[in-house]
């Protein structure tokens, strides 16, 4: 047998520990999840139907409460202590009106919360133009020219806001919007799971190399 050759018997087998993975194969990272709570910042709303939904809301619950308010204080005899106050609170008309204002104050403020304060004042006016229909039909008010002209300029200038930017600084996500994107991106996680799964597992391979993880062997076998 020549000099350097070794026999069979005496290589020793050079497999690699099960714990060894080549760079090359490795599987493939995945990026954590960012939930970005109010702590992120936003430029823009996440639904875009959050902006005619609330406008709606605004406009409708603060025109109908008035009205409801108006109506039934008028059915009501003069209103002179606060017994008569407390008194009318409790009437079916002006009861429904409290709520509807209620609801108009709560939507106002999400309203405020991805909104610009200029793009929402003006926008949600057309629930004085609103008001003055109601007054107009079910409350025999008579509107002069000047306050119909007044209520055109009001729609107008509606009309104006409308097509504008609805906010021109950053706002921090809401807390829905957060959830909403945790929910998302965990649902996308999960969808690529198995894929994940099939890259780590074709990536895991015996590498075959020298072992020197044993004191006193020679991994080449050389005598």
Do not use: C
Request: without cysteine; proline residues 10%; glycine residues 8%.
């Amino acid at each position: 047998m020549e000099s350097g050759a070794s026999s069979p018997d005496n290589s020793p087998l050079n497999i690699a520990p099960p714990d060894v993975i080549s760079p090359d194969n490795a599987a493939p990272d995945i990026a954590p999840l960012d939930p970005g709570f109010p702590s992120g910042i936003s430029p823009q709303p996440r639904w875009k139907w959050k902006i005619p939904l609330f406008a709606a809301i605004v406009i409708f619950t603060n025109a109908f409460g008035n009205f409801f308010i108006a109506r039934g204080m008028r059915a009501l005899p003069s209103v002179g202590t606060a017994a008569d106050l407390i008194v009318a609170i409790f009437t079916p008309w002006v009861g429904l009106g409290i709520a509807l204002l209620i609801t108009w104050l709560l939507s106002r403020m999400m309203f405020l919360s991805f909104a610009d304060l200029s793009y929402v004042l003006p926008l949600t006016s057309l629930g004085y133009v609103l008001s003055a229909v109601l007054g107009h039909f079910f409350l025999d008010e008579k509107i002069t020219t000047q306050r119909w002209l007044g209520t055109g300029l009001i729609m107008m200038g509606t009309m104006l806001v409308g097509t504008g930017s609805t906010e021109s600084a950053p706002h921090a996500t809401s807390p829905a919007d957060a959830a909403a994107e945790v929910v998302e991106e965990v649902v996308e996680e999960i969808r690529h799971a198995p894929e994940h799964g099939d890259a780590a597992a074709a990536g895991v391979e015996p590498s075959i190399g020298p072992r020197t993880d044993q004191p006193g062997s020679n991994p080449w076998g050389k005598q």
